[in-house]
DNA sequence: ATATGAAGTAACTAATTAGTTACTTATGAA
DNA sequence: TTCATAAGTAACTAATTAGTTACTTCATAT
């Protein structure tokens, strides 16, 4: 590997955590080329300026997602309509559970109104999956194991919000419940309660 | 009331503006001090410093909530199980909806490990309303409407994150599935949806 | 070997920010 | 009226920050 695309990894991988720990406003430039063991002068010259580098790493980082959901969307073509759509829920779960930079990074994105994904023209992103899941909800209709009701918008709102907000509450939430909710115990017994609500909706 | 109230109040409105807008970092104190029209000396003499601003700011933001449950909680005392579980969730929407402020300051929160909530003992705070659900649950399992494996923690994370998520990821699902979330149909359509699973599953 | 452009360094600037200080003005009880 | 205290002001400081500049070192193709 070339040594400056070395320095760029090293400058990406500092800065999807500094950003990530403290978000746009409350990430220092300076912290990052400390963290990266590179020169500032090194990281404008490659990214331009701080929102620039934003920018990349919250592209990165939502990227990591979609070839995640791309590999499955490949891997259970043929695999049964519930079956499918646990597993959809299983990736969710387990890529949020190992990726806290990623909910943390849209949670960000989102207090700032989704700004940086709307400029970065990234409206499609999430199709693929949109139309896996309207796919696979077709086919367990045509198979009579769906009810002719079910909706896939509803269900792909249900899949984003209710496993993402598991992971993105879980600091107030834990305290509140009074229950460690980052246990794997927690955990599975959550995955499975969203799974039975989901595919009793879809089976009516 | 005593001027000094008054000068209080404004700069409580506009630090909750402020924060709920840009969170703690990006916040401002200058900004703060300029939309209250006061002066700054005044904001440091009553609340001593950005953070102590902050902290207060949130848990009147809190507060405000917990208002709202307890003053449920005391008209629906003998409403019956399934119609108080759905009326729950209504005041979550409704107050989630109404109160942009509340959401963004939780998001925060979150973002920040619950950091303020925990230093402000607030552990008991949704004591109220989690004792209210289990005893409406154990209503509906004695009048025989709701199942006997029905669990209450269940329902209250369920009810507390799916229909906070709505409302917090709003910007970035309005973008990812090309809808409106923040519109009224939309909004409706998605409070039907919660409360179908939610009764669905107690009614198993 | 060496010339050239890319990679890297350290010290700087200009702007912004939280927090302070020394001072003035209003208020209300004796 | 007067005097003590509470409320308010404007200008300041010290620290931090994003971004820049003028310079040096390194790698490699000829």
């Given at each position: 590997?070339?040594?400056?695309?070395?320095?760029?990894?090293?400058?990406?991988?500092?800065?999807?955590?500094?950003?990530?720990?403290?978000?746009?406003?409350?990430?220092?430039?300076?912290?990052?080329?400390?963290?990266?063991?590179?020169?500032?002068?090194?990281?404008?010259?490659?990214?331009?300026?701080?929102?620039?580098?934003?920018?990349?790493?919250?592209?990165?980082?939502?990227?990591?997602?979609?070839?995640?959901?791309?590999?499955?969307?490949?891997?259970?073509?043929?695999?049964d309509a519930a079956?499918?759509?646990?597993?959809?829920?299983?990736?969710?779960?387990?890529?949020?559970?190992?990726?806290?930079?990623?909910?943390?990074?849209?949670?960000?994105?989102?207090?700032?109104?989704?700004?940086?994904?709307?400029?970065?023209?990234?409206?499609?992103?999430?199709?693929?999956?949109?139309?896996?899941?309207?796919?696979k909800i077709c086919e367990g209709k045509i198979e009579g194991i769906f009810s002719q009701n079910a909706?896939?918008?509803?269900?792909?709102?249900?899949?984003?919000?209710?496993?993402?907000?598991?992971?993105?509450?879980?600091?107030?939430?834990?305290?509140?419940?009074?229950?460690?909710?980052?246990?794997?115990?927690?955990?599975?017994?959550?995955?499975?309660?969203?799974?039975?609500?989901?595919?009793?909706?879809l089976k009516n």
């Amino acid at each position: 590997m070339k040594k400056s695309e070395d320095t760029k990894k090293r400058i990406l991988v500092a800065a999807e955590e500094e950003f990530a720990q403290k978000g746009f406003y409350g990430a220092r430039v300076d912290e990052i080329a400390e963290c990266a063991e590179v020169n500032k002068r090194m990281l404008y010259a490659y990214f331009g300026n701080k929102e620039e580098l934003y920018k990349t790493v919250l592209l990165n980082v939502y990227n990591s997602l979609s070839l995640a959901e791309d590999s499955l969307i490949e891997n259970d073509k043929n695999t049964d309509a519930a079956t499918a759509v646990q597993n959809v829920i299983g990736l969710y779960f387990d890529f949020l559970k190992n990726n806290d930079n990623f909910v943390r990074m849209l949670m960000w994105e989102n207090l700032n109104n989704a700004n940086c994904l709307k400029s970065a023209k990234t409206q499609n992103i999430k199709k693929n999956m949109i139309d896996y899941i309207e796919k696979k909800i077709c086919e367990g209709k045509i198979e009579g194991i769906f009810s002719q009701n079910a909706s896939a918008q509803r269900v792909t709102t249900a899949l984003l919000t209710f496993v993402f907000s598991y992971f993105s509450n879980k600091h107030t939430l834990s305290l509140v419940l009074d229950k460690n909710l980052a246990s794997q115990e927690e955990l599975n017994t959550h995955r499975e309660f969203v799974c039975d609500l989901i595919i009793n909706y879809l089976k009516n």
